[in-house]
C-alpha cells in the first residue's frame, strides 16, 4: 500500500512523498485471490542489488550484477506464502493492531514469517518500509503514473551534500533517518485510522499499487485503541523514539516490542509510559558492545528498569541460541548459509516460534492485565548468563522456558 501525502524535509535529508507497508491479517477461511503472491525480494531486482552493494560500500557496474545474480539465485523466485488481497476474517470483532519498523538494511517483507505467524493468531500487523536510507531500495510510486528508487546511504556520502556545504555528520544523519521513521510510523497510522473508520474505499482510490479492494469493510475491525509498536535493531530504536512523550494523539501506542535495539542507531529513549517488553538475541546480549560509553546491555537494562519504575509492566529477555538475523526470514530462505556466518544454534523455525510466542503473550497481557507463560516468570539471570542466587531466582521455571530464554527483568 502506497498511501501519498507530501512533507517537505530541509537539506538532504529523507523526504516522505508516500508510505509504504505491508498488512498481514487473518483472512476469511477458504478465501481465493485473483492476485499472484508477492515476491519476497520486489521488483526490480537490479534495484535491490544496487542498494546491497552500496551497504557494502562497493557499488559499480560490475558489483551491482554480480549482486543481483547472488539475490536471484537465493531468492529471486521466493514468493511469501500468503493470499493477496482477499477478505478479512469476518469473526473474531476488532483484532489488535501491531505498527512494525524493520531494521538497518531490510524492508517491510524481511519478517514475513514472523509477521504471518501473528496474523495466523488473530493480530494485524502493518509492516512499514522506511524510505529513509536503510532500506536497500524502495520504489515510491505516484498517482500521477511517475515513480523513483529511494536507494540506501551510504555513511561515506554524508559528507557529499549538494546542499550542505559542510556535508552530514553521521549522528544528524541518524537523528534525520529516525524523524523520517517516526513521521513514516504517524503517516501509517493516520491510514490504518482512515481504514478502520470506513474510508478504505477512498485509500484503495490513491494506492498506485492497487491493492486493498476488501478495505471498504474493514470499518470499525481495527482496535486502534491500543496500538502496539514493534521493531527489530534500526527499527527497535525507532520504536523507542515514537514513545517519547507518548501515548500522543498521533501515536496512539499503548505497548511495545522491541527485538535487538541498535547499538549504531543513535541513542535509546527512555522516556518510556507504557508496557515494554525487550528481547535480545543470543548474539545481541552475548557480544560485548560500547554503547556511548558503556556496556549496551546495561543500557538496555537500565532502560527496562525505568519502565518498571514509572509504574509500567516491563521485561527484559535473551532469547538462547538466536542470533540477530534470527526473527527475519533470512534464516529460513537460506538456514545452513546463516547459522553458519551467524552462529546460530537454535532451530530455524524454532527461533520465529519463540519469538512469535512471547509476543503473543505480551499482547495477551495487554488485553486482560494476566502474565502467562515465559511472562509470569521471575528474573532468572540479572545479567546475561548469569545466574540469579537468590532464594526466588532459584525456584525452577519448566525447562520450555530454560531452555530458550534469560530473563532479566521482570515485574516483582
Given amino acids: 500500500m502506497d498511501k501519498l501525502r507530501v512533507t517537505k524535509l530541509i537539506g538532504n535529508s529523507p523526504q516522505l512523498e508516500t508510505v509504504l507497508f505491508s498488512i498481514f ?63 478479512l476474517l469476518p469473526e473474531g470483532g476488532r483484532f489488535p493492531v501491531i505498527v512494525f519498523s524493520h531494521g538497518m538494511a531490510s524492508s517491510r517483507t524481511d519478517y514475513t514469517q514472523y509477521c504471518s505467524e501473528l496474523a495466523s493468531r488473530g493480530y494485524i500487523v502493518a509492516a512499514v518500509e522506511h524510505r529513509d536510507g536503510s532500506c536497500p531500495a524502495s520504489t515510491v510510486m505516484r498517482n500521477d503514473g511517475t515513480s523513483k528508487t529511494v536507494y540506501t546511504i551510504p555513511t561515506s556520502d554524508l559528507k557529499k551534500s549538494p546542499v550542505l556545504d559542510t556535508g552530514i555528520e553521521t549522528s544528524e544523519m541518524k537523528e534525520m533517518q529516525l524523524a523520517m521513521r517516526t513521521a513514516e510510523m504517524e503517516e501509517m497510522i493516520r491510514v490504518l485510522q482512515m481504514i478502520n473508520a470506513g474510508e ?107 519502565v518498571a519504575i514509572r509504574g509500567q509492566a516491563a521485561w527484559f529477555f535473551t532469547s538462547l541460541g538466536t542470533s540477530h538475523p534470527s526473527v527475519t526470514d533470512a534464516p529460513i530462505i537460506e538456514p545452513l548459509l546463516l547459522s553458519w556466518t551467524t552462529g546460530s ?18 499482547m495477551e497481557f495487554l488485553k486482560t492485565g494476566k502474565r502467562t507463560g515465559l511472562l509470569a516468570q521471575r528474573v532468572t539471570h540479572p545479567m546475561y548468563d548469569e545466574e540469579s542466587r537468590t532464594e526466588e531466582g532459584e525456584k525452577k521455571i519448566s525447562e520450555d522456558i530454560s531452555r530458550y530464554w534469560q530473563i532479566h527483568v521482570a515485574p516483582s
Avoid: C
Wanted: net charge positive; charged share 20%.
Fill in 25 to 87: 491479517y487473518p483472512a476469511e477461511k477458504g478465501s481465493v485471490s485473483s492476485l499472484p503472491q508477492h515476491l519476497w525480494i520486489s521488483k526490480p531486482i537490479a534495484a535491490t542489488a544496487q542498494g546491497y552493494a552500496r551497504f557494502a560500500h562497493i557499488s559499480n557496474f560490475f558489483t551491482n550484477h554480480v549482486f543481483a545474480l547472488a539475490l536471484w539465485t537465493l531468492a529471486g523466485r521466493t514468493r511469501i506464502p500468503a493470499k493477496v488481497d482477499v477478505p
Fill in 200 to 306: 478504505g474505499a477512498g485509500v484503495l482510490k490513491n494506492n498506485p499499487r492497487e491493492e486493498g479492494s476488501t478495505l471498504a469493510s474493514w470499518r470499525g475491525r481495527l482496535d486502534m485503541e491500543k496500538l502496539v509498536v514493534g521493531g527489530h535493531s534500526y527499527g527497535a530504536t525507532g520504536a523507542l523514539q515514537t514513545l517519547k512523550t507518548g501515548p500522543t494523539k498521533s501515536l496512539p501506542i499503548h505497548g511495545a516490542i522491541i527485538l535487538d535495539p541498535g547499538k549504531s542507531s543513535g541513542p535509546l529513549n527512555d522516556d518510556i509510559n507504557v508496557p515494554t517488553m525487550i528481547i535480545h538475541s543470543n548474539s545481541w546480549s552475548s557480544k560485548h558492545s560500547v554503547f556511548f560509553g558503556r556496556p549496551h546491555f546495561d543500557v538496555v537494562k537500565e532502560l527496562v528498569e525505568k
Fill in 345 to 362: 544454534t537454535i532451530d530455524v523455525k524454532e527461533g520465529v516460534y519463540q519469538y512469535v510466542k512471547a509476543t503473543v503473550e505480551f
